[in-house]
């Protein structure tokens, strides 16, 4: 769905989910982002890059939906800027085969889900075991935004208990369901 002025919340994976790319080139990826972002200007509301992906959530200006246009501009700016790796995956003309083709796209549809995307940004370097706290990933807008948000979380899920929350993640069996075993359907 495409709104003027929404909020979106974004994940782009590189086709090589193994790789370390986006962090070894992080640099590269920030250049891409401010001259799209100088080109179509949009607002930074959270941001994490992984290894192998990122998340993101935009703002676009009032009237404009086209984050597709800043997406393409960002990855392609991005692989271009980059010598040719060998091995890279197949190609269309004109792509490199660094990304996979397609990304995930959800549009915000309120503060509380506003709230859980920010959060999700910022706690899944967590979520993947390379932190034990968001603010020790130097890849994330957390540092910078753990202010910005009020009600958003500024502990870690793990010394709040809300990791399920945030990540679907299953329970852990509780100590009275292992003590009195299996249950039986009424």
Do not use: K
Request: aromatic share 12%; glycine share 6%; charged share 30%.
């Amino acid at each position: 769905m495409f709104a003027p002025g929404a909020t979106y919340f974004f994940t782009v994976t590189l086709r090589d989910r193994r790789s370390d790319l986006l962090v070894r080139e992080v640099d590269t990826l920030r250049a891409a982002v401010r001259d799209t972002m100088r080109a179509q200007p949009f607002r930074i509301d959270a941001w994490v890059v992984l290894p192998d992906h990122l998340h993101a959530v935009w703002s676009l200006p009032e009237g404009d939906a086209d984050f597709p246009t800043r997406w393409r501009r960002i990855r392609s700016a991005f692989s271009r800027a980059l010598p040719d790796e060998p091995g890279s995956g197949p190609r269309r003309p004109g792509e490199r085969g660094i990304w996979q083709r397609r990304y995930w796209e959800h549009m915000i549809r309120d503060p509380r889900d506003h709230a859980a995307h920010v959060g999700y940004c910022w706690f899944n370097p967590v979520r993947h075991g390379y932190v034990e706290r968001p603010e020790d990933w130097p890849f994330s807008s957390y540092l910078r935004d753990r202010g910005r948000w009020a009600g958003l979380p500024t502990e870690t899920p793990l010394e709040t208990g809300e990791r399920r929350a945030h990540f679907n993640a299953p329970s852990p069996p509780r100590p009275e369901a292992q003590e009195a075993g299996p249950r039986t359907a009424h």
